[in-house]
Antibody, heavy 121, light 107 residues
Framework: QVQLQESGPGLVKPSGTLSLTCAVS?????????WSWVRQSPGKGLEWIGE???????NYNPSLKSRVTISVDKSKNQFSLKLTSVTAADTAVYYC??????????????WGQGTLVTVSS | DIQMTQSPSSLSASVGDRVTISCRAN??????LNWYQQKPGKAPKVLIY???SLQSGVPSRFSGGGSGTDFTLSISSLQFEDFATYHC?????????FGQGTNVEIK
């Protein structure tokens, strides 16, 4: 059973950088899947931030692309998110998730529990 | 970006009711459509993938249908544990996008 666990600061100052890590267990990050970050602002819908493959190839949401970097560390079986120049609008629960890609599977099939990040001084 | 619109935004229903939620894409996405259930304080959980395929372990009272731009999620007989928020998501092209969610409440 694949498990994902987010970690990182729960409070970030405006104009600062949000940094989160997702540790993957029960499976290899080098499998044929993409690894994503998704966020949910309080009372709002889900927003896909971006994804990375174990090769290092990444795709980003154009709405955030100028501020986002997603990286992978295969030796630690984890991937990370950096979001720069944050504002209050970036306050959200951040989830890491596996996007399965292969056969008929094209969905987010495993999710972390989510971590609330608040942007405030 | 492909925009996904769900209706209704919320609904009230009773245990045993049949419930149907709609999701519309602003362009054709074939059957690249997934449905998720989310309970308060929890991560979403995939129920239906590829528009109509039931994820392993999901009760058979859940079903999905549609293709192109119009899709539905149905719950044949609502159970207490089904009161939650449901999200559709297109997997046709990045950026992956979600509907705004439908909150199913107890009547």
């Amino acid at each position: 059973q694949v498990q994902l666990q987010e970690s990182g600061p729960g409070l970030v100052k405006p104009s600062g950088t949000l940094s989160l890590t997702c540790a993957v267990s029960g499976g290899s990050i080098s499998s044929s899947n993409w690894w994503s970050w998704v966020r949910q602002s309080p009372g709002k819908g889900l927003e896909w931030i971006g994804e990375i493959y174990h090769s290092g190839s990444a795709n980003y949401n154009p709405s955030l692309k100028s501020r986002v970097t997603i990286s992978v560390d295969k030796s630690k079986n984890q991937f990370s998110l950096k979001l720069t120049s944050v504002t209050a609008a970036d306050t959200a629960v951040y989830y890491c998730a596996r996007y399965c890609s292969g056969g008929t599977c094209y969905s987010f099939d495993y999710w972390g529990q989510g971590t609330l990040v608040t942007v405030s001084s | 970006d492909i925009q996904m619109t769900q209706s209704p935004s919320s609904l009230s229903a009773s245990v045993g009711d049949r419930v149907t939620i709609s999701c519309r894409a602003n362009q054709s996405i074939s059957t690249y459509l997934n449905w998720y259930q989310q309970k308060p304080g929890k991560a979403p959980k995939v129920l239906i993938y590829a528009a109509s395929s039931l994820q392993s372990g999901v009760p058979s009272r859940f079903s999905g249908g549609g293709s192109g731009t119009d899709f539905t999620l149905s719950i044949s007989s609502l159970q207490f544990e089904d009161f939650a928020t449901y999200h559709c998501q297109q997997s046709y092209t990045t950026p992956w996008t979600f509907g705004q969610g439908t909150n199913v409440e107890i009547k």
